[in-house]
């Protein structure tokens, strides 16, 4: 199964801060907040959900393709996700601006607060799909994730044009897109990735409840934190994974990322839903362990002991089958 991953592509710089977040608000101050955290820590980390996503599926053995607009200090990064089967064939270098840039602050509750540069991703729009299909062979998934919200609209209507299923995932682009927006980037979706948040939001921005927006796509797919996960499609009962638990917790930043690398490739492997939100799970606690969104190593050995200790060991050998 030929993938494609569309979306930002991204310098993450991650602090931690070692107080909480809620403390420094003022309530009748709300409207003129000044603040600034004293962090503890600063790491630079490669990241961007389009290259995160691609990352893991790599690290899979997926080999997908990665689209987007990146700045000419992108080498360094070209040359990590190649060397981890990520085909970069598919990504435009800018001649003016830098690679996208994000920086976070976290503190003790995993709370954030976070700025994003687009750069080069402000010229996502100008790449098409339809040349890098045909180099590519033919596209059997293209996943439209979080970039400049003109390129996305783009995108998504190529694979409509096209006849290509795709997968919305709106994620941190939800607060920007109007109405209209959302309701073309998910109507007939074969997948769409949210949080609770961005399930209520989605539903609020759209006006369409619950029920008609499952109408319109194959498959709702929510991440719910420590909750786990949860898997809706049209005329079907959801379907609940739990969580896999963690050995520690370091850094939330990239777990929605992993996710859904996991669960992608395990649809490409065939495997049924719930398998696929298992494995999704089990990246998402990866990088949870981990600082940085792309510094977790997947052993399969590990990995299927993990996955049979928490979801059986006919899981852990369905999945180890794929990825051994």
Known sequence: MRIAITGSIATDHLMTFPGRFV?????EKMDRVSLSFLVDALE?????????????LGVLGLSPLLVGAVGEDFAPYRAWLAGHGVDCSGVRESATQHTARFVCTTD????????????????DADIELAPLAGQAGGLDLVLIGASDPGGMLIHTQECKDLGIPFAADLSQQLPRLASDDV?????????????EYEEALIERKSSWSGPEILARVGVRVTTLGPAGA????????????????????VDPTGTGDAFRSGFLAAVAWGLPLERAAQLGNMLAVHVLETVGTQEYELKPGAVAERLGAVYGEAAAADIAAHYS
Request: hydrophobic share 50%; aromatic share 10%.
């Open 183 to 195: 309701r073309a980037l998910v109507d007939g979706a074969a997948y769409l990735f949210c949080n």
């Open 108 to 123: 003790v509750d995993g709370n954030q607060i976070a700025s994003f540069y687009p750069g080069a991703m402000s010229e």
């Open 44 to 56: 630079i980390r490669r990241g961007g959900v389009a290259a995160n996503i691609a990352f893991g």
């Open 23 to 27: 403390e420094q608000f003022i309530p």
């Open 230 to 249: 949860r898997i809706e499609a049209a005329g079907a009962d959801p379907v609940f994974v739990a969580a896999a638990p963690e050995v520690r917790k």
